[in-house]
């Protein structure tokens, strides 16, 4: 284990933290994750649990083999998990509609769908009869919907518990409620961590914070990711099972229907710093997409509204692996697919922990954006 001299402690319980513990303790790493409220809450229970890595529309190829590399990992992440965490977090990759409502946003979907099958990625053109058949709630005005196959959803919250419970029964200590943690470091190394419990030794530290990676006290500047919040509000909606069966884009808004029958509908994109307020503008906009672009939803009642902070990073994509601090790694970032690179993130994060190569994390190292030479060479040797 690289981690030489000490277990390994992760701050921040979100999916994230969790996948990279789960990863660890089965390796046979010694893991305590720390986190300041409840596991799998903050951004992993907040978000919609869609696995869409073509339908978010990423253009930087090396995010997009990542999201992809993730997506297929699912199946087998969620199968484990039903098994050690005792949870089906109802994983659906039937695919992922992105319906035009006119010429303009039909023509931009063929581009689409033409690139996505030069890359091999599988999809299918719907024509508004296709689509009405598929989705008979989205309004008549839908003149078609280009299918990613493979894409789909996951049920964040119930991930989060299976995880949480596979953590424990691989031996992972989860300290929640734990405070504010700090990270304790000298000149060479980080050396531990902080919190309620007082001082934890550990051979490595792992920034698993979020949206609040850039505050993780007790982190030199030069090793503190530039992470910001980037607000999402969402809501839910109590419907009949089926009424709405796909994941699907309307503009302004997405929907993602879930197997107990709440429709899940986000999100807003706000940068108004660590502002996690519901509000009259932010629901609005949402329920003026849905109200447009599927009418038929409009007497159901409105079940849930909240909103979650995603991890924003200057260049999309997220900070994994050493920080260039001894000791100190992270895995944040993750901005909107935090769900969906939980199992890629567990599994890279964990090996390199583990001694294994870091070839993989290249392109997502902070050391990407910095200039400095001499940060630049022991981010990579560390
Ligand atoms: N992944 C969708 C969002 O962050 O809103």
Excluded at 117 to 136: I, N
């Amino acid at each position: 284990m690289r981690a030489t001299g000490g277990d390994v402690v992760i701050v921040g319980a979100g999916l994230v933290g969790l996948s990279v513990a789960w990863d660890l303790a089965r390796r046979g790493a010694v893991v305590k994750v720390f986190d300041r409220g409840e596991a799998a809450r903050a951004a992993s229970w907040a978000g919609a649990g869609m696995l869409a890595p073509h339908s978010e529309g990423l253009d930087d190829a090396a995010m997009l083999e990542l999201c992809a590399q993730s997506l297929a990992m699912y199946p087998e992440f969620v199968e484990r998990l039903r098994e050690e965490g005792k949870a089906d977090a109802r994983l659906h990759l039937d695919g992922i509609l992105n319906v035009a409502y006119g010429p303009d946003r039909a023509g931009e979907l063929h581009v689409r769908a033409a690139a996505l099958r030069a890359s091999g990625a599988g999809c299918e053109w719907l024509d508004a009869p296709a689509l009405r058949l598929s989705e008979p709630a989205l309004a008549p005005s839908a003149c078609g919907a280009l299918l990613v196959r493979g894409e789909g959803s996951v049920d964040n919250r119930l991930l989060g518990r299976a995880l949480t419970e596979a953590c424990v029964a691989r031996g992972v200590t989860i300290v929640r409620d734990a405070g504010d943690v700090a990270i304790e470091c000298d000149v060479r190394r980080a050396r531990g961590v902080r919190s309620i419990l007082g001082f934890t030794s550990a051979g490595c530290v792992v920034n698993a914070t979020g949206a609040w990676a850039a505050r993780l006290p007790g982190v030199p500047e030069a090793y503190s990711p530039p992470v910001e919040p980037v607000k999402g509000q969402m809501f839910a909606l109590a419907i009949p099972r089926g009424f709405v069966r796909h994941t699907t884009w309307i503009p302004g808004a997405y929907l993602v229907p879930r197997d107990d029958g709440r429709l899940m509908v986000g999100a807003t994109v706000e940068r108004t710093g660590f502002d996690e307020r519901v509000t009259a503008r932010g629901q609005h906009d949402l329920l003026a997409a849905v109200m447009r672009a599927a009418p038929s939803l409009g007497g159901f009642t409105v079940a849930e509204t909240w909103a979650g902070l995603r991890p924003g990073t200057p260049d999309g994509r997220p900070f994994l692996g050493p920080s260039g601090l001894d000791g100190l790694w992270l895995a944040t970032g993750h901005a909107r697919n935090g769900i969906l690179l939980a199992p890629v993130t567990g599994r890279l994060l964990g090996a390199a922990i583990a001694g294994e190569s870091l070839e993989a994390l290249h392109p997502f190292l902070l050391a990407r954006l910095r200039t400095e030479p001499a940060l630049a060479a022991r981010t990579t040797h560390s």
